[in-house]
């Protein structure tokens, strides 16, 4: 069942890989571009300038360039290392991600600078995927990169959720927080985005750099207090939100506002998609399928008995036929200890400490862009084996949960998912297949963790 619970995963990846969704997006008949199904003849414009940044950006940007052709002037890409690809009318920087780095800074100056040169008659497609608020690299006056690395390292670490760990990114910006679209403004720009945010809010996947922000330097404030940054946060960076509190600094373009006449942004891909392209091999292969849900967030332990009671109710109300379930959405884990780990091994190596020995259930928890956490793993699978394995090797999950050192449990104890970066993004995956259904709940005996 491990298996099938990988190949299951794998089909729902594959349903939102990037050259794909964007031949369903945009398509050209002659001098008509068509995107998302509205009409841009193409001598209409001056220029057409593609920026792009995100996991998924190059495979996105190749695949534009493959239908626009000599008609693109020029344009910027900004991916994540290992992620790049061959392009021939685009230039592509590689960066650091989950944490900013010097490449990162000099490929958003690119996107910024060819921003710049825009005018009102030229057209910029835009291409948005997840990871971009780190690889679109750039900080306030009077901070510096190292400030930028050490807040973001802070912000991903400490438990904050993705609405609130951007709503500071934003007020630390000149890019995020729809200030790319003010510096294109007023250009036509139509922006094409990959979710990997639950809700698919525009404002939050990567930062909104081409929407209207709703969140303000009061918001970014409230997190630094929420989660008590306020000691080990750079002080400049800290300087940089208390000065826009006092006004001081510009708040971000807030939705409605005139910048955002020209601009047009679509949500091409999301998690739902993937679920419902796992969901189709999940029936190809028998099993009672149902989608749960592509909203998971909160903390681990929280999405963990959520996935643990859904379970429980299946297996009371479900006949003799194998079920799976799919879960999407993206937990969050604060990080103590030094090992090293990501959310999904993290979820996966809880949920092996509460399912049932008795039971046939194999639970995958993995990222749709193969990578968890800065580790080469995508996810774990587990099983009623798991905690039988660990036994008999003598490693205590509990101590790997308390350390947050997850991948050296499932390197130990098997059960990695290893996909190598699949260039997309779009969240993460949690397939349940429940085989020989029983009633009634039991963690492994002496192993129970809170
Ligand atoms: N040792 C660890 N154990 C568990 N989780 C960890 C560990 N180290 C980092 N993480 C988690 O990994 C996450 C960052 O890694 P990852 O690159 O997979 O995130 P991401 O959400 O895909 O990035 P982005 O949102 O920028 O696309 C953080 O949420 C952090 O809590
Ligand atoms: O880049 C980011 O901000 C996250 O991946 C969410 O989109």
Not at 3 to 31: N, T
Not at 96 to 103: M, W
Not at 239 to 253: R, Y
Not at 384 to 413: C, G, W
Request: aromatic share 6%; glycine share 10%; charged share 20%.
């Amino acid at each position: 069942m491990r298996k099938k619970a990988e190949e299951i995963f794998l089909a729902g990846v594959e349903s939102v890989l990037p050259e794909k969704l964007i031949q369903r997006q945009i398509k050209r008949d002659g001098d008509i571009l068509q995107i998302a199904g509205k009409s841009y003849p193409l001598s209409r414009f001056r220029h057409i300038y593609v920026l792009a940044a995100g996991k998924a950006a190059a495979l996105m940007a190749k695949e534009t360039e493959r239908i626009l052709g000599d008609k693109i002037t020029g344009g910027h890409v900004v991916t994540k290392y290992g992620h790049e690809t061959n392009l021939k009318y685009l230039k592509l920087t590689e960066a650091g991600h989950p944490i900013p780095d010097a490449e990162g800074v000099k490929g958003t100056r690119k996107m910024l600078d060819i921003a710049r040169q825009s005018g009102e008659e030229d057209l910029v497609v835009c291409l948005i995927s997840g990871g971009a608020s780190a690889l679109m690299a750039d900080f306030p006056e009077g901070t510096t990169l190292d400030d930028l690395r050490h807040a973001n390292e802070l912000l991903v670490k400490c438990g904050a959720d993705i609405t609130e760990i951007n709503a500071v990114r934003k007020h630390l910006s000149n890019v995020k927080g729809g200030q790319l679209a003010k510096t294109l403004y007023p250009a036509t720009t139509v922006c094409l985005i990959l979710s990997d945010v639950t809700g698919d809010r525009l404002d939050v996947i990567a930062s909104g750099p081409t929407f209207g922000d709703t969140s303000t330097f009061a918001d970014a404030w409230a997190v630094i207090e929420k989660y008590s940054l306020e000691n080990s946060f750079p002080p400049p960076m800290l300087n940089h939100l208390k000065k826009g509190l006092t006004g001081l600094i510009p708040e971000t373009p807030k939705p409605g506002n005139a910048i955002f006449r020209n601009v047009q942004n679509y949500i091409i891909g999301n998690n739902l998609l993937a679920l419902e392209g796992a969901s189709r091999k999940a029936h190809g292969f028998g099993f009672k399928t149902h989608i749960v849900t592509d909203k998971l967030k909160g903390d681990y332990t929280n999405v963990a008995d959520f996935i643990l009671k859904t379970i429980e109710n299946y297996q009371q109300a479900s006949g003799k036929k194998p079920v799976c379930l799919l879960f999407g959405g993206e937990p969050t884990v604060k990080v103590s200890g030094n090992g090293s780990g990501g959310r999904n091994q993290h979820l996966a190596l809880y949920l092996s400490t509460k399912i049932d020995h008795e039971k046939q259930i194999t639970i995958l928890c993995a990222g749709t862009d193969g990578t968890d956490g800065p580790t080469d793993a995508a996810g774990a699978v587990v099983d009623n084996e798991t905690i039988a394995i660990a036994v008999k090797k003598n490693i205590n999950p509990r101590v790997f949960l308390q350390n947050s050192d997850s991948y050296h449990f499932f390197q130990q104890a098997g059960g990695h998912i290893i996909t190598g970066n699949t260039r997309t993004n779009v969240m993460d995956m949690v397939v349940v297949v429940i085989e020989h259904l029983k009633s009634g709940h039991q963690a492994y005996p002496g192993v129970e963790v809170t």
